[in-house]
């Protein structure tokens, strides 16, 4: 029964009790004022949470306001780009998301979105609702620091989060982040109220949300230990098997998956993250995101003959790392101490985020007074300070050290870093604490230790890595990116020279300056940014089948044979090789060599299945007269992408000239719903309508059919 109800009834009672000539006017007097003192004592108990919630959401509704016109805002890239196709992929009945190729993102947070997206969310709106999930999480950050430290450590903490940068900017992002700190946080609490308030249920909880947290990262696979350490070392031995039960509930289903979709437990991405992590070429991070770097680590295992399945990939990547570090030691043992120093450097490393932008776009980035620079050497401190007290804090321990070894085991960058810095704040926070209670003590000798600590960790923060040489996101490229997409040419063709102003040998950038010449129809120069590409980078494949393709347009046959030859002999992925033959397919029908278009488009659609692939392998099967073969591949196409309105008027012709009038019909409405202004599919309307004896309908179609080809709107 709530506290306020106790009071009410306990007045009740006692004002009854008593000889009063107007109880009941004075009850409700009293009880009035006794509730509403109730109340202002509640609110007095949690006004730091209201203040904190409220601040947090302010500051995060502020930042989307200030980027709502900027660039990425409308626009998905990379892992948002994925995860949003993930939850697209939901909706539509992939229920396993077994027909994506790589999988490389745990199912959590992919079906958050699709929740969101049945909610009728759009972008907007999925921020708006992280913005709020990241408010939440600096109050259950504060939470846990009143578990943990006296006052005010744990309201400074929260000040910090709350105004602490990365945490805004990534809560404006549709990537797990927010989703990994909030569920971390949860867990934490969850752990400590198996302390408080040991009982079953509490460790299932416990459980279950680690099983949770690993289906939206799998790196928090390291957290598993510490979970069964702090329940062994605080708790009853005996609540171990409910904690297990909890987490294999949720877990199992998450592993039953992996190994129907990937021949393995565990998302094979962890072995290509650790190949990234551990090579001769590796620097700490994931440097490898796009690119010509991107193709050469994923072709290896292909080169290999190690790709038929992505489990294969998994253990080429596994063996390949591991040989490394077996190999070559010394080299190996630096390449963990440069990740050690990424792990507590300044420098913001960016990957699937271009933080550059956002802080030349946001006013709040400079409010970051207490950034990673900052926050990191405080709570080294704090860490090595409070050490005595480590059975104490282990909970809090464990976590940082969990992630500080999945940073050394894979890459280090600012987004893979990030669900430590809440940990890392309490202690920072406990830092200053400790040394405003020296400094108010007049203690000068443990301020001047203090201080010297402190020192040393900025110097740790500060130096030893060139911020230059980490940053691999290629701002000005990325953005000449989402310009391509966006169709904006102009505006990406600015984009990729000021790129090249940065570096004027970025094979990278001159491919994709090839593709915004040939967008404009400017193929001379198009063919010029290609072959600099290709002669920066003789293995760049994107350059040489564009290229190729180029060519084949300007029917210069024989160079864009052999191009397309080159690729298809040079590299092995099932994309590169369906896009080698569709092109290769094209130019046979260029040349009217039907039956190698035939083989070059079926080779295609046997590399990867297209609704592309089959409606050129059905155009193929039209010029030898293959009827019903042409009929199955366009079946095929609509299949596929059932908005491939060319496929259905096709399919409505075919059934229409064998008098399969109710399939046609069916097809031609669609494709008409499709594209209504489409001449021919009209015409054909009007004569299965003649066919089956309606001909007002018919008239109507051929009229439409004739004003549409007059005025010339049919393609």
Known sequence: MPLE???????????????????????????????????????ANNRHVVALFLLALILRLAYLVEIRDTLYFHTLILDAEEYDYLAQALIEGDGWLATHGTYVHGPLYPALLA????????????RLFQAVLGALSCVLLYAIGRRFFPAPTPLLTGLIAVGYWPFILYNGELLATTLTIFIELLLV???????????????????????????????????????????????????????????CAVLT?????????????????????????????????????????????????????????????????????????????????????????????AFEIPVSVDIHFYEAHSLLSYLNVFGFGVVAPLALVGLVWNWHRWRQYGLLYGFGLSYLVSGLLFTVCARYRLPVVPFLML????????????????????????????????????????????????????????????????????????????????????????????????????????RRALALASDHTRSRLNLGNLLRGEQRFDEAKALLLETLANDPRPAIQYEGHYYLGYLHLDQRDYLRAYDSFTTAVEAEQRAEGFYALANACHQLGYQDEQIRHLRQTVDIDPEFAAAHRNLGALYLQRGEHFLAEEALRRALKLEPDVAIAHYNLGVLYMRTGRRELAQTAFKTAERLHREGTSP
Not at 11 to 38: G, H, M
Not at 306 to 317: H, I, K, N, S, V
């Open 115 to 126: 929740l969101l997206k049945l909610g009728g969310a759009e972008l907007v709106a999925t």
């Open 253 to 345: 289903p998450f592993l039953v998956h992996n190994y129907l979709v990937q021949g393995t437990p565990l998302p094979f991405q962890g072995a290509w993250s650790f190949y990234m992590g551990n090579n001769p070429a590796a620097d700490g991070t994931p440097y490898a995101r796009q690119g010509i770097d991107w193709q050469r680590l994923e072709i290896l295992p292909y080169e290999a003959d190690m790709a038929a399945l992505p489990a294969d990939r998994g253990r080429f990547y596994l063996s390949e790392g591991l040989d490394f570090i077996v190999d070559q030691p010394l080299s190996y043992l630096h390449l963990l101490y440069r990740k050690f120093r990424l792990f507590w450097h």
């Open 427 to 530: 202690f920072a926070a406990e830092a200053v604490r400790q040394g405003a209670l020296s400094l108010k003590g007049h203690q000068w000798r443990r301020s001047a230790i203090l201080a010297l600590a402190l020192g040393a960790a900025f110097a740790l923060g500060h130096t030893g890595i060139d911020p230059a040489q980490v940053d691999h996101l290629r701002s000005a490229w990325l953005q000449g990116q989402v310009h391509m997409r966006n169709q904006a040419y102009d505006r990406a063709e600015k984009a990729y020279l000021q790129a090249l102003q940065t570096d004027p040998d970025d094979v990278d950038v001159y491919s994709s300056l090839g593709a915004v010449y040939e967008a404009e129809r400017r193929p001379r120069e198009a063919e010029t940014a290609y």
């Open 5 to 43: 109800t106790h009071i009410k009834h306990w007045l009740r009672d006692e004002i009854y009790s008593l000889q009063y000539p107007n109880k009941a006017n004075f009850f409700a007097t009293v009880e009035k004022q006794a509730l509403t003192a109730c109340v202002l004592s509640m609110f």
């Open 189 to 247: 609490l969850q752990l400590v109220r198996c302390v408080d308030r040991s009982s079953y249920w509490s460790a299932a909880g416990a459980g279950a949300l680690l099983g949770l947290l690993i289906e939206t990262r799998s790196n928090t696979l390291l957290l598993v230990p510490v979970a069964l350490w702090w329940l062994c070392h605080r708790t009853r031995t005996r609540l171990l098997v409910p904690f297990c039960l909890g987490l």
